[in-house]
């Protein structure tokens, strides 16, 4: 829990590979090989949820080679670009989803996510008079982290407990959220709470908008397969438990948000509706389905 916030994990994932593959010592190709397929499995194992982690060690290990260090050298340059691509993709978010924030808005935003703080302060940078409504996103409370920075950069912002979203959403023009995953159908999976602000966004008429870079969709959803929930320790939401004989603690750290509570889907590459995502996973990712099966 070090590394938070799924493109940083991503990123993180990415420099940990290049700087293992640096000063990995291997007398062959196939032992270099597998040690970096162990390294990748040790991270993947890190997080179940984040596609973006999947999605990054699957770019920065994927190479053809037939000399050492011609593997070596592979991993470092996919890595650099990876890491380069995703800080590119987040300004581009930025760009393209600030263009739905009008002068006078107010926005809703939750948890911390750098693409959705990417499309708010870019809005705010053109010289459009926002406001912004940050949910303290329980438990972990990231929301703290999002209005500090948006408190940096000067950005009026209020600070909401998560179940006051439903008293406040009469006052918020759009929503604005990050991504974890984002399936085939674009089913959107985020930090817990996202789904019941998307219902309530709903119920109001008020646009909700997520903002994601491409590897933040999951191409093994095209198979079927369904994002593992993670679940985290108790201890996050009720430090003490002992003292009680009969009460457990269920503490998901993400939910699941259907696709018709969903507007719009910025990514670097463009703005679409959800159901273009397949879209994304075939094009943008290049996946292959013979490809996915044997991964
Ligand atoms: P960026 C976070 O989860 C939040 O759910 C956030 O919406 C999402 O990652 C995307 O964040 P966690 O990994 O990649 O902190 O846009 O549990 O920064």
Known sequence: MEVRGAGRIARAAAEALMDYAVSLDAQSLDEFNSKIERAAEILLETRPTAVSLYNAVWIVTKYKVSELEDARRSVVINAKRFIDNSER??????????????????????????????????????????????????????????VEMLDEQGIPTTLIVDSAVRSIMNKVDLVVVGADVITSNGTLVNKIGTSQIALIAHEARTSFMVAAETYKFSPKTILGELVPIEERSSEEVLPDNSKYKHVKVYNPAFDVTPHQYIDLICTEVGAIPPVMSYMIIKEKLGWELDELASS
């Open 89 to 146: 993709a987040v300004e581009k978010i930025g760009e393209i989803g600030s263009r739905r924030i009008r002068d006078g808005d107010t926005v809703l935003t939750h948890c911390n996510s750098m693409a959705a703080i990417s499309v708010i302060s870019t809005a705010f940078k053109a010289g459009k008079n926002i406001q912004v409504i940050a949910t303290e996103s329980r438990p972990r409370n990231q929301g703290i982290l999002t």
